[in-house]
């Protein structure tokens, strides 16, 4: 199965510029913990909410700190012609839980996530890389493809 077989494709898209507060009530509306980072039509970076919490609020950032100063802007993505399985695996290996899907134009055309390769035939695989994305140690890593 191909990333464009499962991929959510209404992806909501955070801003450089945009205030942490506005980033999480995004995040709050669509139900997300993650949301793509937009610039000059292409993508910058993910900001998550652990980024918010973590380089943001335990750094003592208010909610009018702006997205770049906690998201991510290397970051692990996977292109819609790719096949699930290796998206999976990938994931599992650089213990993350979403992942941005590009066109090979480079544009963003969606996002995948744990939850939308459970689907179908890979309940097992998904715990597998759900088991790797938990795993206890090591840095988080969300480096460029």
Same mark, same amino acid.
């Given at each position: 199965?191909?990333?464009?077989?499962?991929?959510?494709?209404?992806?909501?898209?955070?801003?450089?510029?945009?205030? /942490?507060?506005?980033?999480?009530?995004?995040?709050?509306?669509?139900?997300?913990?993650?949301?793509?980072?937009?610039?000059?039509?292409?993508?910058?970076?993910? @900001?998550?909410?652990?980024?918010?919490?973590?380089? $943001?609020?335990?750094?003592?950032? $208010?909610?009018?700190?702006? @997205?770049? &100063? @906690?998201?991510?802007?290397?970051?692990?993505?996977?292109?819609?012609?790719?096949?699930?399985?290796?998206? /999976?695996?990938?994931?599992? &290996?650089?213990?993350?839980? #979403?992942?941005? @899907?590009?066109?090979?134009?480079?544009? /963003?055309?969606?996002?995948?996530?744990? %939850?939308?390769?459970?689907?179908?035939?890979?309940?097992?695989?998904?715990?597998?890389?759900?088991? %790797?994305?938990? #795993? &206890? $140690? %090591?840095?988080?890593?969300?480096?460029?493809?």
């Amino acid at each position: 199965m191909k990333i464009s077989d499962c991929m959510t494709r209404d992806v909501q898209l955070a801003r450089p510029d945009m205030s /942490l507060h506005e980033a999480a009530k995004m995040m709050s509306d669509c139900g997300t913990g993650a949301l793509p980072v937009e610039e000059n039509d292409r993508l910058a970076g993910m @900001v998550t909410d652990r980024d918010m919490a973590i380089r $943001g609020l335990a750094k003592g950032l $208010g909610p009018d700190a702006k @997205v770049r &100063e @906690v998201m991510s802007g290397e970051i692990r993505y996977c292109f819609e012609d790719d096949d699930a399985d290796d998206a /999976l695996q990938m994931m599992g &290996e650089q213990q993350i839980r #979403r992942m941005p @899907v590009l066109s090979r134009e480079k544009r /963003l055309v969606g996002i995948i996530s744990l %939850g939308d390769l459970s689907k179908g035939e890979r309940p097992q695989r998904t715990g597998e890389a759900l088991s %790797g994305i938990s #795993r &206890e $140690g %090591g840095q988080h890593s969300q480096t460029a493809h």
